[in-house]
């Protein structure tokens, strides 16, 4: 069963772009607020975006005017466009559906991606 499985990572030469989406079950769609992290290698996860359940966005400074957030509650799925990718983000990147009421997290397996020439 599908709580929350990201997809879309891959190989890009700097300057690039890359689609991240991430699929999830139908209450956590409805009901959480999805964010997107990522992990480096020796570094500490960190948030990238995060689209809350009344449409809200907000962006870490580090990706702001180049990675845009979006959901569509219709497909269960909440994407992650990337513009302009520098090698330092490079990481395994993670979806995360939020429960505030209930302060529970889910999170998906993660998927890479590189950003090199």
């Known amino acids: 069963q599908v709580q929350v499985e990201e997809s879309g990572g891959g190989l890009v030469q700097p300057g690039g772009s890359l689609e991240l989406s991430c699929v999830a079950s139908?209450?956590?769609?409805?009901?959480?607020?999805i964010g997107w992290y990522r992990e480096a290698p020796g570094q500490r996860r960190e948030f990238v975006a995060r689209v809350a359940r009344d449409g809200a966005i907000v962006y870490a400074d580090s990706v702001k005017g180049r990675f845009t957030v979006s959901r569509d509650n219709d497909k269960n799925t909440v994407f992650l466009q990337m513009h302009n990718l520098k090698s330092e983000d490079t990481a395994v990147y993670y979806c995360n559906g939020h429960l505030p009421i209930f302060n529970l997290d889910y999170w998906g397996q993660g998927t890479q991606v590189t950003v090199s020439s």
């Open positions: 139908r209450s956590i769609i409805l009901t959480a607020d």
